[in-house]
């Protein structure tokens, strides 16, 4: 196995040898990051734009064709709200989301460990996704989904032959009963809330935009959060490439939460939650009522200068209608939330008008419940 990286906590700063079945903390029970060392990926000598990732070479890659997903100009959205709206469509992935961009480097990673059994817990698009590239790596999943999760991406899980288990009650119950069937049958819980790795490999969304020389580098970031997978992603991916001096910037990265499961947001305000308080939402991708990564995520929000804002289901619905019929984008309620919030935060100030602002298409609304 590689060494050119470790894990570290991302609290207490304690280092680990890599391992898939490490994914907190033994000392404080916070997640991990990678932290690769300092002979690896020199900075400013990058001129190649080669992302930092936990392989030893491009070979041990595993892709269903992921990633390069296009960014388009929203015009008559952003004529609607006075900035340049840019929209990275996710929903091109293999899977339909961006969680195969997260998914390929963990089965990628678990395929050099000799994995060859996981379980994963999911609102829908991380198990449609880590069930399809499990069957194409030969490795047995079993994905622990809500019962409330839509039909559509159950379907999904099904079709790719991974054993589904429907599990009632919150999205934290769900994950309670995959962690407790992982130590039962003694197997690796491959969490994409959790796994260093999956974060490692939404970091592509964020060196897309530098690529992407047709549009504007966006000065804002919005994006829909229920653990941050993408948001810290796309975060890392920025202070590398400001390390490489190929931005000198951070662009200001806010995030969004339902009014109905909103933590991370409580937490930034300074109000009462717990998990009593979760009500139900159609935006089930950032339905998540104890986010095991929150400071990371306020960390992220505040260094780059950014905001948060809830938004409330009558909202979603009505920005995922509007994006459909008058942008022509299909987008999943938990993406529309995201533009909801964006709509708030221009109106409030927070975004100031002429921005450039880049909001994720998370996953497509054929996978969804229906919003008519």
Not at 349 to 361: D, E, F, M, Y
Request: proline residues 6%; neutral net charge.
């Amino acid at each position: 196995m590689s060494n050119h990286y470790k894990f570290e906590c991302s609290s207490c700063e304690t280092e680990y040898s890599p391992s898939p079945s490490l994914i907190e903390c033994e000392i404080c029970d916070s997640p991990l990051n990678i932290k690769y060392l300092p002979t690896h990926y020199s900075g400013a000598d990058n001129t190649s734009l080669e992302i930092p990732l936990p392989l030893n070479s491009q070979s041990e890659l595993f892709s269903l064709g992921e990633g390069n997903t296009p960014t388009v100009n929203l015009t008559n959205t952003s004529a609607l709200l006075d900035v340049n709206l840019l929209a990275k469509n996710e929903s091109q992935n293999p899977t339909g989301s961006f969680k195969d961009r997260g998914t390929s480097i963990l089965i990628s990673c678990l395929l050099k460990f000799g994995i060859k059994e996981i379980v994963e817990d999911s609102s829908g698009n991380a198990g449609s996704s880590i069930s399809a590239y499990s069957a194409a790596a030969g490795i047995k999943a079993h994905i622990f989904a809500p019962e409330t999760a839509p039909p559509p991406k159950i379907s999904q899980i099904k079709v790719y032959g991974a054993t589904h288990h429907s599990t009632p009650g919150s999205r934290d119950k769900v994950t309670e009963s995959a962690r407790k069937y992982a130590v039962k049958h003694n197997l690796i819980y491959a969490s994409h809330n959790l796994s260093p790795y999956f974060i490692e490999g939404t970091k592509s969304f964020g060196y897309e935009l530098l690529s992407d020389t047709s549009h504007t580098f966006p000065t804002d970031i919005v994006i829909p959060v229920g653990n941050g997978s993408l948001y810290i992603g796309v975060y890392k991916a920025m202070t590398e490439l400001i390390s490489y001096k190929l931005i000198t910037q951070l662009p200001r990265m806010h995030f969004i939460q339902a009014e109905s499961v909103k933590p991370i947001a409580s937490a930034v305000y300074n109000q009462k939650w717990n998990n009593k308080m979760v009500l139900q939402t159609k935006a089930g991708g950032i339905a998540v009522g104890s986010p095991p990564r929150l400071n990371q995520v306020i960390n992220v929000m505040k260094v780059s200068g950014g905001e948060c804002d809830t938004v409330h289901e009558e909202e979603i619905t009505n920005w995922q209608l509007e994006l459909a019929r008058t942008e022509g984008i299909y987008c999943e309620p938990t993406s529309a939330a995201a533009f909801a919030g964006t709509s708030k935060m221009i109106k409030s100030g927070k975004i100031r008008k002429g921005s450039t602002v880049l909001v994720p298409i998370t996953g497509s609304g054929l996978k969804d419940t229906s919003p008519v």
